[in-house]
């Protein structure tokens, strides 16, 4: 069993910045590809950033692509979710997931969840 818990989500104007941080405990962090996600009110949740074992290979959804950045420290058992240039479509709820051996752009493939964070921009 994996616990995940997500911090660093608020309120930042467009064109701003923020770190989302998942802090795991219970097993170690290395064992599991690692996904963020996120949902926007009356939509579905959809798949933001995730990042392998191991060599840590990384993949974005394209509407983040070249603003955010995904990494990992298992030495510390965490992963963080760098976001820049914020637009108001990057409103939602983020969510921090572990779980398949293989990172994966479906939320089905990850067996761990963290409670979610707000992430609000303003126009």
């Known amino acids: 069993q994996v616990q995940l818990v997500e911090s660093g989500g608020g309120l930042v104007q467009a064109g701003g910045s923020l770190r989302l941080s998942c802090a795991a405990s219970?097993?170690?962090?290395?064992?599991?590809?690692v996904g963020w996600f996120r949902q926007a009110p009356g939509k579905e949740r959809e798949f933001v950033a995730s990042i392998n074992r191991f060599i840590g290979s990384i993949d974005y959804a394209d509407s983040v692509k070249g603003r955010f950045t995904i990494s990992r420290d298992d030495s510390q058992n965490m992963v963080y979710l760098q976001m820049d240039s914020l637009k108001p479509e990057d409103t939602a709820v983020y969510y921090c997931a572990a779980g398949p051996k293989t990172a994966s752009y479906s939320a089905t493939q990850y067996d761990y969840w963290g409670q979610g964070t707000q992430v609000t921009v303003s126009s």
């Open positions: 219970g097993r170690t962090l290395s064992s599991y590809a």
